[in-house]
């Protein structure tokens, strides 16, 4: 029984099953903020090959 006494990680996993809804919105929230430094940071510039301002027969 002292295995399961004063146990961080026990304590963690119990506060889990109480309450989900704390760990979806950290899930949630981790995921936008990884995302938009994965946006801003990691991928390259893209270019875009259709734009409406450059046509053929401008001048």
Same mark, same amino acid.
């Given at each position: 029984?002292?295995?399961?006494?004063?146990?961080?990680? =026990?304590?963690?996993?119990?506060? &889990?099953?109480? /309450?989900?809804?704390?760990?979806?919105?950290?899930? #949630?929230?981790?995921? =936008?903020?990884?995302?938009? #430094?994965?946006?801003?940071?990691?991928?390259?510039?893209? &270019? *875009?090959?259709?734009?409406?301002?450059? /046509? /053929?027969? *401008?001048?």
């Amino acid at each position: 029984m002292g295995f399961f006494n004063n146990n961080p990680v =026990i304590e963690f996993f119990h506060r &889990i099953t109480r /309450k989900p809804s704390t760990i979806a919105m950290w899930v #949630f929230a981790g995921l =936008i903020c990884s995302s938009t #430094f994965y946006l801003m940071f990691m991928s390259s510039p893209t &270019i *875009d090959f259709n734009s409406k301002s450059k /046509k /053929k027969n *401008d001048k």
